[in-house]
């Protein structure tokens, strides 16, 4: 269980991370939200999105950095450019731009009073984001890297005390369970034991969000406290407040 506990940092935080708390006393909790929740046929359902991530910056001495995902937007864009001839960086590039397009709807949603006004497009500008104290919300960051691995990293640099990946399947699985009805929810799982099942050809072939290996590393070398749970915001205020939902991932086991 993880309850964050703000009068408390990392131990493992790195100095070079020191510009991002100068002046900001708020304890960081590092959310990615898939790319599902943004549909552009149906924007009320960012709302309570917007409205849960509101609560935790108003009410718990939280500072909330969100990442938001893709989505379908960002893969028809893609397939649209695959077919017309686009590199596979030149679609990296497109998928990166729709999900700050994302980001730029939940900010906008937040409020203005408490989001940071720019969507950051670098690690550096996510820190100096950071230090305000405001809400942070980004998108991806580098082609080639998928936005779990960019909040990874994000989560490592701001020195977060919880990263919850809020995804489209209640937490982390035996196998894909929209497809294989015997799939069992892992409650508690290592790095090492996820990197191993990534390897098996049902992972690779899987259709449901899974933490990639640079996102594991990532998580693995700073001992970030991490999470996957489901997409919804109740679930992601109870995991804040302590709560066993969803799969917890650890660094060693």
Do not use: C
């Amino acid at each position: 269980m993880v309850m964050i506990d703000n009068s408390s940092s990392n131990s493992n935080s790195n100095s070079s991370n020191n510009n991002s708390n100068s002046k900001n006393s708020r304890g960081r909790v590092v959310i990615k939200l898939s790319g599902s929740i943004f549909d552009l046929y149906k924007v009320d359902t960012i709302t309570p999105y917007a409205k849960m991530l509101r609560e935790i910056w108003m009410g718990k001495s939280l500072q909330p950095i969100v990442i938001a995902g893709g989505g379908k937007e960002a893969r028809l864009y893609i397939d649209a450019a695959r077919v017309l001839g686009a590199d596979e960086s030149s679609l990296d590039e497109i998928g990166i731009e729709v999900s700050r397009l994302n980001a730029r709807l939940l900010s906008y949603a937040i409020g203005v009073d408490i989001v940071y006004p720019s969507i950051p497009t670098n690690l550096e500008e996510v820190s100096m984001a950071a230090s305000t104290g405001m809400v942070v919300v980004a998108g991806g960051l580098h082609p080639g890297q998928s936005t779990n691995a960019t909040s990874a990293l994000i989560a490592e640099r701001v020195n977060a005390k919880l990263f919850i990946n809020a995804t489209d399947v209640e937490g982390i699985y035996t196998s894909d369970p929209r497809v294989h009805r015997d799939a069992r929810l892992l409650k508690r799982v290592s790095v090492n034991e996820l990197l191993s099942m990534l390897g098996r050809e049902r992972f690779n072939a899987g259709t449901y969000e899974l933490m990639d290996i640079v996102a594991l590393k990532i998580i693995q070398r700073s001992r970030i406290p991490t999470r996957v749970v489901k997409a919804d915001p109740q679930v992601i205020k109870d995991v804040i407040d302590g709560h066993d939902l969803g799969t917890e991932i650890v660094s060693e086991e």
